[in-house]
């Protein structure tokens, strides 16, 4: 019945309002089990009165165990949790990222089980989480006595009706509790798994409830122990939804390249050299593990420690010194500790970072590195005392020490103050490792700035992004990252300033107010009487936006509220970025949001100003609801957008200037020219009468001053504009962090076209641009939008054409700069461009006329050329003068040993390039996948099998023939190889 009710609770939470019949057959399930489930389940399902009944999950108001806590409401994720928990019989394992609240729904569970008179002993792996757990509880239910077992306490059941208990003690003794019914919430629960803590499972327990951050061990325990004990794995909360609920900071990303001394890469080379010989002789030899590196590491230990497996034990000894010579060589790389040192200014207080090393010399090393440039920093490490440990961790709380650099320290089971900036010096392939270390940093932070991540790479290693690194970490990472960079050491320093420049900051708040500990979400708590005006001032702002739905103008907001009281708050930035603002027309537009990123809330400005510039001044209602009904405006009320439109055209604005054309108005006051406000791009914008003349990045902003996003918006808008007035059609790739469009010409022909936007200087890129294989979108033209001009040009290229002049240019790079690597910013010149000028006829929208063509803008001459790039501009140019307009028919083949093969599995379509000699299968695009471009297998039916695995969910098998060639032939990868 448990099973049925889980299936119940989903199919109503996408169905609401349905009849039993209506959820019996999509189930196929009997109507009469169906009935009795929703009967029996009061507590999750309630019907209307009417007379055919239609059944819904019950709202969240109405949930009991939501309200069980006193004074405190569940976040909707942990409600849900909790809704599934009851579901399934109360039992099961919430897996929620550190930072969201798992706590919590442990809390809730354990004051609805005293609401019914049943006892509650709470399981956790360290003395510190009992400590923790005692100062929560105490302070969320008060009155309630609360027995400990550990740390010297010798309480039990018999004694106390509420238990904390280390799982060592827990499973020393036996928990009696005679005969009443008992639930068990266990902490951490994946360390329940080991063989002696497992003991302290009983089976006494009615009623069984795991927390964890990821719910992952290195053995098979999670199957064989955990799962028969505690029941199914109920999604909690993951880094996308923590972010969606408003409950995390965004991320930025970073992840920089440095290089090996020619010492470091020949050891590192030895050492790899001595791993590859000894695997290959555990694998051919002692059938070890060949397919998955996790077994085959957990089989190489357990050679180790054996004393009876003879020849066996010494060739894995000799592979685990080998790995450790190899990892140590990587995370003591000296040019790590030297960008370390570079950084360091940027890390000084009151901001605090944590660095993650991989090794105690390491971990010395990184806090030598960060105080010799003045960084009040320190190591942590396991040989620290108790009490040594408390000392360092209230002085980081306080800001005394400023840096905190570990090896594992930090990872897990201990409660570590927030801070806003991690540094990967060492790779991990453990998930449990990685999201550990992302929840010591990705954090409610009240201050609403993002936090930073930055992981340091050698180039070229094992631990390199682009070799497959980091790959879980990266996966989680981007779904909630605004912004994602990789960078060489050269330009890592300039991207870092730009992120963490102390004056272009808020400062954070050292001394935090007092939380609900492990509830990990403040309640409300009346902030320093010196800071109570500025947090009035906060609120008085968002109430005010949340009355007009989310959307005002400056005038309306000036007044509700003093206009310098309005400048002085917004300039503070304590409204963490939860404001936009935008010129359209003749108002300054604001929206604020606090479940919605930055980024939509700029999509939602963009979309208003196109409505305004497409509708102008007087619309009618049929013609305003059509414009907005597909916008995230679509649930603000006709009359709010009509008080909106009358805002933007005071003045008799009929019709404002076309989306591509920026306003780089000036005002002028007393014959002086005064700065205004910046737009979109980074252009000028003409502010209303009284609005702010400069509001900074952080805090309030006006959209898209940051850096890019706003820019590939307007680039976005723009290109589509163009492409829709020449009979073509264009819409966004959504699954991308990259800007890119999918485009139907007028001749019925689909690409798919990579944007890049400039309002001066280059073009950014990355030097990676030169691999197709690494673009996710699998991108067969690039279109260049140059707004440094009016009207705006438009340069189109082939993708071959673009990466092979991008390949060149970096060849002649590495030559120019021996011993760097192919990774980090490449800069666009126009010039490299040129040839793509009006080349529409590449999108199937026709060959350019002189006429369509906008004026030529002469440029600065470019400066002297080496002879490579003229030879390559010659070519090129030679090529255009070649190039047949007619389509060209698609082949697979690719040199003359391998093929484009495609794979279509459940509506994906997944590409990769096969070598016909050895079936090396590289995968060169994955929507949704991404972490697999890239990587190579050894077959196709490997790379089948991980690509179909991974969109089930589950192990499937893979064949050859689940591949076709990537051309118009319709033939099997089987066929052509046989």
């Known amino acids: 019945m448990e099973m049925l009710a889980t299936r119940v609770l989903d199919h109503l939470r996408g169905s609401p309002l349905s009849t039993v019949e209506q959820i019996a057959v999509p189930l196929r399930e009997s109507v009469e089990d169906v009935e009795r489930c929703l009967f029996d389940r009061s507590e999750l399902f309630d019907h209307d009165s009417g007379s055919s009944r239609r059944w819904q999950v019950i709202a969240r108001e109405e949930f009991a165990l939501a309200h069980t806590i006193p004074g405190f409401d569940l976040r909707p994720w942990q409600s849900d949790a909790l809704q599934d928990w009851v579901a399934c019989g109360r039992r099961g394992v919430v897996e929620a990222v550190t930072g969201t609240g798992k706590t919590a729904v442990g809390i809730a569970a354990i004051a609805d089980a005293r609401s019914r008179g049943i006892l509650s002993v709470i399981l956790v792996p360290s003395i510190a989480l009992m400590k923790q757990w005692h100062d929560v509880l105490t302070r969320t239910l008060p009155g309630v006595r609360i027995g400990r077992l550990g740390d010297g306490y010798t309480n039990t059941l018999k004694t106390h009706r509420l238990l904390i208990a280390t799982v060592q003690s827990a499973s020393r003794t036996t928990l009696a509790h005679d005969g009443n019914e008992c639930l068990v919430v266990a902490d951490e629960v994946h360390r329940c798994g080991a063989a002696t803590f497992a003991r302290a499972l009983s089976a006494t327990f009615t009623e069984r409830l795991g927390l964890t951050a990821t719910y992952e061990r290195t053995d098979d325990s999670i199957d064989t122990v955990l799962k028969p004990y505690f029941g199914p794995t109920i999604d909690g909360c993951d880094y996308a939804r923590g972010y969606r609920e408003g409950i995390l900071a965004p991320v930025r990303l970073a992840t920089i390249g440095v290089s090996f001394t020619d010492s470091e890469q020949a050891r590192y080379d030895v050492a790899t050299k001595e791993m590859k010989s000894a695997r290959s002789s555990l694998v051919s030899k002692y059938g070890l593990s060949e ?10 230990q357990h050679l180790v420690g054996d004393s009876s497996a003879g020849p066996a034990k010494w060739i894995a000894r000799k592979y685990m010194k080998a790995f450790t010579s190899r990892r140590a060589v990587m995370a003591e790389s000296d040019a790590k500790l030297g960008l370390v040192r570079e950084i ?6 009151p901001m605090r970072s944590i660095v993650f090393a991989q090794t105690v010399d390491a971990s010395n090393r990184a806090a030598n590195a960060l105080k010799s440039a003045g960084v009040e920093a320190i190591a942590m490490s396991s040989g620290m005392s108790t009490n040594d440990r408390h000392r360092v961790m209230d002085h980081f709380k306080s800001g005394r020490i400023a840096a905190l650099a570990t090896p594992k320290l930090l990872d897990e089971g201990i409660d570590v103050p927030e801070a806003e900036v991690g540094i990967v010096l060492a790779a991990s392939r453990s998930r449990l490792q990685m999201i550990q270390r992302m929840g010591r940093i990705i954090r409610p932070k009240k201050d609403g700035m993002p936090a930073t991540f930055v992981i340091v790479y050698v180039s070229g290693t094992t631990e390199d992004p682009f070799e497959g690194a980091h790959d879980t970490f990266l996966e989680q990472v981007e779904k909630v990252a605004e912004t994602t960079e990789d960078v060489d050491a050269e330009h890592a320093v300039a991207l870092l300033s730009k992120w963490l420049d102390p004056a272009l900051r808020p400062v954070p708040s050292i001394e935090k107010p007092e939380l609900v500990v492990g509830v990990e979400a403040a309640p409300s708590v009346a902030p320093a009487a010196a800071d109570s005006a500025k947090y009035a001032g906060v609120d008085s702002i968002l109430a005010i936006f949340d009355a007009c739905s989310g959307v005002l103008t400056w005038n309306e907001l000036r007044e509700e509220l003093p206009e310098n009281g309005i400048e002085q708050v917004l300039l503070t930035s304590d409204l963490g970025g939860r404001i936009n603002w935008m010129p359209i027309g003749t108002a300054l537009i604001g929206v604020s949001s606090a479940k919605d990123r930055r980024s939509e809330r700029v999509e939602m400005l963009i979309a208003l100003r196109q409505a305004f510039n497409e509708l102008g001044a007087n619309p009618t209602d049929h013609a305003l609801s059509d414009a907005v009904v597909a916008t995230r405006l679509a649930d603000v009320t006709m009359k709010r957008i009509r008080e909106l439109w009358a805002a933007m055209a005071a003045g008799g604005l009929e019709k404002s200037t076309q989306p591509g054309d920026l306003d780089t108005a000036r005002t002028k006051s007393a014959g002086s020219e005064t700065s205004a406000s910046v737009g979109i791009a980074g252009t000028a914008i003409r502010p209303e009468q009284g609005s702010p003349h400069s509001v900074p990045d952080n805090g309030s902003e006006v959209a898209g001053t940051s850096a890019a996003a706003g820019l590939n918006e307007l680039a976005i808008t723009e290109f589509s504009r163009i492409v829709e007035s020449k009979g073509g059609s264009a819409y966004r790739i959504d699954r991308s962090r990259r800007s890119a469009m999918v485009v139907r010409g007028n001749d019925g022909s689909r690409h798919i076209t990579r944007i890049k ?12 641009d030169e691999n197709r294989a690494l673009d996710d979108t699998g991108a067969d033209t690039w279109a260049f939008l140059d707004f440094s001009v009016t009207p705006v040009k438009v340069y189109i290229l082939e993708a071959n054409d673009f990466a092979g002049g991008v390949r060149a240019e970096v060849d002649d790079w590495i030559r120019r700069n021996p011993g760097r690597t192919r990774t980090g910013h490449h800069a666009i010149r126009t010039e490299a461009v040129s040839r793509g000028e009006n080349r529409w006829d590449l ?20 400066g002297p050329r080496s002879q490579q790039d003229r030879k390559r501009a010659s070519g090129l140019q030679k090529l255009d003068v070649q190039r047949s307009p007619e389509p060209r028919r698609v082949s697979a083949r690719i040199g003359t040993s391998q093929v484009r093969v495609v794979l279509d599995h459940f509506g994906h379509r997944v590409k990769a390039v096969v070598d016909t000699i050895n079936l090396a299968t590289t995968i060169t695009k994955f929507p949704g996948g991404e972490v697999l471009v890239g990587k190579t297998f050894r077959n196709p039916a490997a790379a089948a099998a991980t690509v179909k695995s991974r969109l089930e969910d589950d192990q499937v098998f893979g064949a050859v023939k689940d591949w076709k060639l990537d051309d118009d032939s319709n033939v099997g990868l089987e066929t052509m190889l046989s």
């Open 843 to 862: 999108l199937g929208l026709g060959r350019s006329s002189p006429m369509e063509s906008p004026s030529p803008v002469h440029a600065p001459r470019p």
């Open 344 to 349: 360091g200014h940027l890390l000084k207080g």
């Open 291 to 300: 397919s998955s590196f996790g077994d085959f590491m957990v089989q190489v």
């Open 757 to 768: 936007a400039r309002t001066g200087g280059d073009w950014q890129g990355q030097k990676s």
